[in-house]
């Protein structure tokens, strides 16, 4: 059974249920022709490609206190050491990962901790592969203060297709490991920086296919007061 996230559910109603109603309607008004079946099949293939998109699969997330978990499903994009002013303040990591329309958009927390920082910026909608996105596109970034004390942030982006950033997280509210906060609405891009100083190891590179809230990014020295999390409290 598909779990749909409760960020999309009225789309499926709505999109869903047109595509639904269209499928019925068409089929009734062709019949018995054959065209009938395939009209009809279509509005169905659409409805399910809707269930696909905002699919939210239950997901392994590693225990191990001393990792960041991939915050999106997609592929990495670029890495590269940059300057952030807007949390960290200082040298980081960033993973850009591109998310095409056929991967799961629901973000998740690369760690557990405590938010302190939330900033919506409106912007773009320039293709999200490119980390030129990352200076002009509409953006959502979220800082996060890990269990060990070790602050990360997370930058949700949109694309050519992407139109809508959700993020349901505010200041003061605990993530688990893991755990859904948002998404991005059709293919778009999420960047996690990493202070530079506290990464111990690099576990992807360019090209890699990651899934979020399940694979391992990286490590990073100093964080040994986390604890197993549930893998998808909502």
């Not at 960041?68 to 499903?73: G, H």
């Not at 890495?79 to 591109?98: K, P």
């Not at 920086?193 to 399940?214: C, H, M, N």
Request: neutral net charge; contains cysteine.
């Amino acid at each position: 059974m598909i779990r749909i996230t409760p960020y999309g559910r009225n789309e499926v109603v709505l999109f869903g249920g047109i595509c639904l109603l269209l499928a019925v309607i068409c089929g009734w008004l062709l019949a018995p022709s054959v065209y009938a079946w395939v009209v009809a099949g279509v509005f169905v293939a659409g409805f399910v490609a809707i269930l696909g998109f905002f699919r939210d699969p239950v997901r392994v997330v590693p225990s191990n206190p001393a990792i960041v978990v991939s915050p999106a499903d997609g592929k990495v994009a670029d890495i590269e050491e940059v300057d952030e002013g807007e949390y960290l303040e200082g040298r980081a990591l960033r993973i850009g990962i591109f998310l095409s329309v056929f991967d799961v958009h629901v973000n998740r927390a690369p760690v557990a901790g405590t938010v302190e920082y939330v900033k919506h910026r409106p912007g773009r909608c320039r293709n999200a592969f490119t980390a030129e996105s990352t200076k002009d596109n509409e953006s959502n970034a979220l800082g996060m203060r890990s269990t060990g004390g070790m602050r990360i942030l997370v930058r949700q982006l949109t694309g050519a297709v992407a139109r809508r950033i959700v993020c349901r997280s505010e200041p003061g509210s605990t993530l688990a490991r893991g755990e859904t906060y948002g998404m991005i609405k059709f293919g778009s891009r999420t960047e996690l920086f990493l202070p530079i100083a506290s990464v111990r190891e690099v576990k992807v590179q360019v090209g890699d296919t990651v899934r979020g809230g399940e694979t391992i990014l990286g490590e990073w020295d100093g964080d040994g007061s986390g604890e197993p999390v549930a893998a998808n409290r909502r």
